[in-house]
């Protein structure tokens, strides 16, 4: 079992750069795939960025690519998503994932069997 927290949520203005760190006060990410999601107000939880646990396979929503990356720090025991040139329409509850199901990151939020508990993004224009 792995428990998740994540930091580095806030406000920014648009065309501003946040990172966000997703880190494991129990477990060890480098065993799990892991994923990013957000969910904005009235909206459903939607897949930002995923990697697979031996890092050869990463994925984006359209929407982030050029602008998002995944990676992690087995050190550190952290995932961070490195977010740049961001916009307004990224305000959301960013979200951490972790799942041992499969090869592979998932899209679909159901396939990960653990969660943080969320950082607030707020970008103004």
């Known amino acids: 079992q792995v428990q998740l927290v994540e930091s580095g949520g806030g406000l920014v203005q648009a065309g501003a750069s946040l990172r966000l760190d997703c880190s494991a006060s129990k477990g060890v990410l480098d065993l799990y795939h892991m994923g990013w999601f957000r969910q904005a107000p009235g909206k459903e939880r939607e897949f930002v960025a995923g990697r697979s646990r031996n890092g050869e396979s990463t994925g984006y929503v359209d929407s982030v690519k050029g602008r998002f990356t995944i990676s992690r720090d087995n050190a550190k025991n952290t995932v961070y998503l490195q977010m740049n040139n961001l916009k307004p329409e990224d305000t959301a509850v960013y979200y951490c994932?972790?799942?041992?199901?499969?090869?592979?990151?998932?899209?679909?939020?159901?396939?990960?069997?653990?969660w943080g508990q969320g950082t607030q993004v707020t970008v103004s224009s």
């Open positions: 994932a972790a799942t041992l199901i499969g090869s592979s990151w998932y899209r679909d939020p159901g396939s990960y069997l653990y």
